[in-house]
RNA sequence: GGCUGGGUAGCAAAGCGGUUAUGCAGGGGCCUGCAAAGCCUUUUAGACCGGUUCGACUCCGGUCCCAGCCUCCA
């Protein structure tokens, strides 16, 4: 039974689809005018970590997450570049497809563009209009009357006089309320614009996620992800705009991933204290950042340090040198304890527990350690028993010996030479040779590794 | 000020009203020519103060501290 932790009521509770065996779930994506940094890793990879897993227990997802290629930033950088703002969002749009593609991020089902979706949020935005819930201000951008929507501040926990109080005043607003929002923004000259019944404009932020998720999964659906700073107020908005319009519940599970923070303060693009995943990726592969990012809970704070990253580094490389030499396809059910799978899945199922859920993993290396010594076979199906689960979250997905051997300037063939050198070297008790060259191969950043089966090599 | 979360061993990070979390690091041992890897073993916890309980890190109350949101942000 899947437990989820929801936003609406601060609980875990049991998750039941609205029809059988189907769920829609839509994540808020990414506005595209720059790099991907930490924190969208860790919302793209903790959905892909969710979404992977409510695909192994219901039968039909569907999986969207939208790009957010219409917006003031993406306006301005793009005239700063002086360039197209298509040439700009398609540019970065291909740069997050890389960067998910290196955290072995899945692609959602859909993944629609704001700029597709134009028509739907005008709709919409009329729909509002006869509820009496938009309006026109005199500057001619269009807002939403948050004081006509009663249950406003349900899933943020705020009341509007409380937001009131700390209310910033917007002085050029035309609104009538300084907590209504924009739905529509009046064109103003030389920016992209689409005819509405309301003049030549473009949408607000909040409504295209409304539109875009109504549109393709339903006006009501399961699960609503993004990041925690998303709560309030844009899925706060979102909520009173598809309620509003649709008169009928929006999302039943709001689920929101914490921040990762740089010596305890959130990482952001306005704090200047982000670090990109290209830049993260210079230093290491994206297995290990992906098992960073789920090596805490998904709602907690992540604290993003070199530190922690190499301890992350460290974990991964057990799993992969106790699968190392190993026959994973060995499939013999009989071999292993089926209560690891059982303990995985569970873990998964409590509000998607990955730090449980990675103890089992190191639960069944430490067996494989045990057997490989006593019991090929069976070191071999419990392998193939840790590549299975690890898979199911998206680690553990390479060729051990190739990951181990990874990232290394020297050839192959030179480290073979050497190691050949130092055999002929041990088998004639020359060991101040044997460890000269073994030290001078560490110092260029390669580990050898005797057995009984000969030396073997891996990077540090 | 209002609303959310949270404070766990050297570091990171979970579960749990009583029994080893887990990974890294440290100690001792085995293995090894010596290492590495691995195995065995071991040290280091639960912000503070009360309460409930036979028993609390885990439940309740209070205090202190931290982060986030209340403006665009994943």
């Not at 598809?242 to 929101?256: I, L």
Request: proline content about 3%; overall charge negative.
């Amino acid at each position: 039974m899947l437990k989820i932790y929801n936003t609406l009521n601060n609980q875990k509770e049991k998750f039941e689809p609205i029809n059988p065996n189907e769920v829609g779930i839509y994540v808020c994506g990414m506005t595209v005018y720059d790099f991907c940094h930490m924190g969208h890793a860790r919302v793209m990879v903790m959905f892909d970590v969710i979404t992977r897993h409510l695909k192994r227990n219901f039968s039909n997802v569907n999986y969207v997450r939208n790009i957010t290629d219409i917006d003031d930033k993406i306006i301005s950088r793009a005239l700063e570049n002086n360039e197209d703002i298509y040439s700009l969002t398609n540019r970065f749009i291909d740069e997050m497809h890389q960067d998910e593609k290196s955290l072995g991020v899945l692609s959602p089902d859909i993944e629609p563009r704001a700029t597709d979706s134009i028509d739907k949020m005008i709709e919409m935005i009329s729909s509002l209009s006869k509820k009496g819930l938009a309006y026109q201000g005199e500057n001619g951008d269009v807002f939403y009357a948050v004081r006509n929507f009663k249950e406003y501040g349900k899933l943020s926990g705020k009341n509007l006089d409380d937001l009131m109080a700390g209310a910033r005043v917007d002085i050029e607003s035309d609104k009538k309320d300084p907590l209504d929002f924009v739905l529509w923004k009046k064109a103003k000259t030389d920016e992209p614009s689409w005819p509405s019944p309301w003049g030549d404009g473009r949408p607000g932020w909040h409504i295209e996620c409304s539109a875009m998720s109504n549109h393709f999964i339903s006006n009501h659906f399961d699960i609503h992800g993004g990041g925690m700073d998303l709560t309030f107020p844009h899925h706060e908005n979102e909520i009173a705009q598809s309620e509003g319009a649709n008169s009928c519940k929006f999302v039943n599970t709001w689920m929101h991933v914490g921040f990762v923070n740089i010596d305890d303060e959130k990482m952001s693009k306005s704090l200047k204290n982000f670090f990109t995943i290209r830049d993260v990726l210079k230093n290491y592969d994206g297995e290990t950042l992906r098992y960073f990012l789920i090596s805490s809970h998904y709602r907690s704070p992540l604290n993003y340090s070199e530190a922690n990253i190499d301890n992350a580094q460290s974990a991964l490389k057990r799993l992969y040198n106790a699968i190392k030499g190993l026959d994973k396809n060995v499939e013999d059910k009989s071999l292993i304890n089926t209560d690891f799978e059982k303990k995985f899945n569970a873990a998964l199922n409590d509000d998607f527990n990955t730090p449980m859920a990675l103890s089992i993993l190191f639960e069944i290396a430490k067996q494989i350690n045990i057997e490989r010594t006593n019991n090929l076979k069976k070191a071999g199906a419990l392998s193939s028993e840790l590549v299975k689960l690890g898979n199911y979250i998206g680690i553990l997905e390479y060729n051990a010996d190739e990951y181990m051997k990874q990232g290394t300037e020297l050839t192959e063939s030179d480290i073979t030479k050497k190691i050949k050198q130092r055999e002929s070297a041990r088998s004639s008790k020359d060991f101040a040779m044997s460890d000269q060259i073994r030290d001078e191969l560490f110092e260029l950043g390669i580990i050898l590794e005797d057995s009984v089966n000969g030396t073997t090599w891996r990077r540090k």
